[in-house]
């Protein structure tokens, strides 16, 4: 078998089962592959498999799938903490902390564990699949696949290329995001790809306009929801992704860009310092 994940694809790994890792995982099952769910300790899978329980009873209740449907999902998804039980998996995907020292890691090892022809994907919003490629022997089957929360509603996959990345492989992950119900677009690798590059600068200069007394949050959210028809404002936006999360894409975009204007908002540095991270905090720009 030349590639791993054309359609024959049965048993995926997926790292991390936080936010997006548990809905990953979720969209895959659902898609009738077994996954399994690799976390680093047992209470945080345990709350990523709650999640998706609690997900898929809902898309049930809402006639969706049937109750039945739900049920064997759920049990196609298989919750691990030894990753050497990745060995057998077709396709793997990493969704682990935004930071490049953690990836690096995982990709290492990875690399080490899963079978060569396997191809290795990370949900990286904004960091170089060039460079995480280039810490594993398989830089050509090396790509990033980035779902957007929440995964098993959002339609969108961006798929971005790293330098080495084969043909084969963009090819087989565009096969696999439209096998799950996902519309793939293709991005090249650069700092942000494109969804990040072109969102957090707009969530960040949100921020600036509440440091600076233009506006408070409330009204900055009012204006982007009534006057440009976005769904929620983008301070509502920045409370839900987390602004730990978007501090850390802020500085990816300025460390990789080398411009000025992604420098991250100074407010949004001290709300992260004092621990106030959003929806998942309980408080950010908003109190939950």
Not at 36 to 43: D, I, K, T
Not at 182 to 205: I, W
Not at 242 to 270: A, E, S
Request: contains cysteine.
């Amino acid at each position: 078998m030349a590639e791993s994940s054309r359609a024959d694809v049965r048993r995926v790994g997926v790292i991390g089962a936080g936010t997006m890792g548990n809905g990953i995982a979720h969209v895959f099952a659902r898609s009738g592959m077994t996954v399994v769910l690799a976390e680093v300790e047992q209470r945080f899978l345990d709350r990523g498999l709650e999640t998706i329980r609690k997900n898929l009873d809902r898309e049930a209740a809402k006639g969706k799938l049937t109750a039945e449907e739900a049920a064997a999902a759920v049990a196609r998804i298989e919750g691990v903490l030894d990753r050497k039980r990745l060995a057998e998996c077709d396709f793997v995907i990493e969704a682990a902390t935004e930071r490049f020292e953690v990836k690096r890691a995982l990709f290492e090892e990875l690399d080490g564990i899963l079978r060569p022809e396997v191809i290795l994907a990370t949900n990286t919003s904004s960091i170089s699949i060039t460079k995480l490629a280039a810490v594993t022997r398989r830089p050509e089957r090396v790509i990033g696949m980035h779902f957007f929360n929440p995964v098993p509603v959002m339609k969108l996959v961006e798929v971005i290329r790293g330098l080495a990345t084969a043909q084969t492989t963009y090819d087989a992950v565009k096969a696999l995001a439209e096998r799950v119900g996902k519309t793939p677009v293709e991005v090249n690798d650069a700092a942000g790809f494109v969804s990040n590059r072109v969102l957090m600068p707009l969530l960040n200069e949100a921020m600036y306009a509440v440091m600076e007394g233009v506006a408070t949050a409330e009204a900055v959210d009012e204006v982007f929801k009534l006057g440009m028809a976005h769904p929620m404002g983008p301070l509502t936006l920045a409370d839900f992704i987390g602004l730990d999360v978007c501090l850390d894409i802020m500085r990816v975009l300025q460390d990789g860009l080398g411009d000025p204007k992604y420098r991250p908002c100074p407010l949004l540095i001290r709300m992260v310092d004092a621990g106030w991270l959003g929806r998942k905090s309980g408080r950010g720009f908003y109190q939950y």
